[in-house]
């Protein structure tokens, strides 16, 4: 029944569409990172506040727009894009739940983290940024959440 439990959760990222819409959205991000990088590799100006004034070196522009422009770039992305996993296991937890398998969901996470030697405690703001699934307990929080919900709307 566990089983059935994890793969009703699976089954939950499929009915949202959990799969296509990040692929989307890296779609576009990768060819807005195209554009400007087409943009940025002609631009003298940029060159030359690091130091080439006379010349292009395309290495270099490589270095330079990679490392010190899309690098903060990609770190607030990246921010982002574990945001929005996260709020997608959330869903995938609710669907599952939604199902009737809540309890079974619970008891097969905390097996899953006990398999896998998972700390179960983890600093929130840390968490958040870089952990792409939920910590255990806020997970059972809020599938607790949800089953609560659930039994006071029937």
Request: aromatic share 14%; proline share 4%; net charge neutral.
């Amino acid at each position: 029944e566990e089983v059935v439990a994890v793969l009703g959760h699976e089954l939950g990222h499929w009915y949202h569409g959990h799969v296509w819409k990040p692929m989307i959205l890296n779609q576009f991000l990768i060819l807005g990172m195209f554009y400007t990088f087409g943009i940025l590799v002609t631009n003298k100006k940029m060159l030359a506040d690091f130091g080439f004034v006379d010349e292009q070196p395309t290495l270099i522009s490589l270095l330079v727009i990679f490392q010190f422009i899309f690098s903060p770039f990609n770190r607030v992305m990246s921010a982002v894009s574990v945001y929005i996993t996260r709020c997608f296991e959330f869903q995938a937890d609710r669907f599952a739940v939604g199902l009737g398998l809540g309890e079974k969901l619970q008891s097969s996470l905390v097996k899953l983290v006990t398999d896998n030697l998972s700390f179960p405690l983890a600093d929130k703001l840390f968490s958040t940024f870089n952990y792409s699934h939920p910590p255990i307990l806020e997970r059972l929080a809020a599938i607790r959440a949800e089953m609560s919900k659930k039994s006071k709307s029937e």
